[in-house]
């Protein structure tokens, strides 16, 4: 016969065997002893006849079957022949020095079953507690194996994660840095823009202060000059009135040169205050009376003001200025010659966006004592001279 036809044989009797073994297996586990014996006799049989008995699979294999045969019989309570086997396979374990763990438990499991068949009870418990013992330091083993196993990958992936968020905190530090880049530039450009725009305000602001300064002083230039030339003319018509003969003639100079020294007086309160080309009625109503009320001669004379704040414009308070002169005028001219206790009031109120100016003196005249009140617009009523209230109205107007 050919070698390689001995060696097809071989496995096939060795898979034929293998099939009978594990069905044995079976057997015994559902205990159907009788069926299983004939099998494990058959597996014993060929690994006996094999030739290449010293090979250490062909020991393992029939060390496991002189164990099951042991388990078997002492199933069937054939305890001599369960014990021949049984050294049999403690035998062939201890001289090869086979190294397989499942195997030495069954046998500390069958060795266990057969000393309780046989009564001796502490054997059967000494030899259970090698088997409890063998079956768990081999699933210790295998924990330990399965955990160094399992503990790879893990190890791995752990690695591998640590890695990626190593990776995505580097990621997120360089973008935080390129905002943070992006920021100082913006910052630093904003600044530069604010600088440069300060500068131009500032500039801007130096020439507007310039060209204000300039205007004041212009402002100021002329309106100086108006009150040289009003003072120029209030000098020829007093030199003029020192040459009239007519006493009527220089009382009527003499009265315009007080109109003239009062719109003086009235552009030097406008255009020397803080606020240029405004005056405050409630400072400049009391200068102009007592001016007036000087220029007569009736200077001791205290009026009784009731002055509100208010502010006008230029072009209003010229024509109101020369009314009030005009009034206090009469009432030195009318009311208070021969007067034992002259007295002047003077009102000055707002209200809705209209101020009355109210002037009164407690001489006695036509209709007693004398009173003119003014609102804007329009005149109430009016001094005792016709010329007077020529005067007022055509200035309230």
Known sequence: MLPGRNNANNVAASAITNIRISRAGLLLDRQNVQRAIPLLQYALAVYEADTNRQNRATLHNLTAVHTQLAAAYARLNQLPTARQHLL?????????????????????YTSARWHQKMGQWQAAFSQLSIADSMRQAVLTTEQRTTIARLNVPYETEKRENLLKTQQAKIALQQRELQEQQRYTSATWGLFGLAVVIGIVFFRLNRQN?????????????????????????????????????DAQARQAVDEIQTQIQMIALLHRRLYDGERL??????????????????????????????LDTIRLHADQATPLVLILAEVVTNACKYAFPDHPAP??????????????????????????????????????????????????????K
């Open 88 to 108: 049999t396979a403690q035998e062939m374990f201890k001289k090869h020095q086979l190294v397989a763990s499942d195997l030495a438990i069954t046998m500390a």
């Open 209 to 245: 202060q310039r060209l204000s300064q300039t205007n004041d002083m212009l402002v100021r230039e002329q309106s100086h000059r108006i009150e040289n030339h009003l003072q120029i003319v209030t000098s020829l018509l007093s030199l003029r009135a020192n040459t009239l003969t």
């Open 277 to 306: 080309v405004e005056i405050g009625l409630h400072q400049f109503i009391p200068e102009t009376v007592g001016a007036v009320l000087s220029a007569y001669q009736y200077a001791h004379i205290r009026p009784d003001y009731r």
């Open 343 to 396: 007295q002047l009031w003077v009102r000055c109120e707002q209200q809705n966006g209209v101020f009355t100016l109210s002037v009164q003196d407690n001489g006695l005249g036509a209709g007693g004592i004398g009173r003119v009140s003014i609102r804007q617009p329009g005149v109430g009523t009016l001094p005792r001279n016709l010329l007077g209230k020529k005067l007022i109205k055509t200035l309230a």
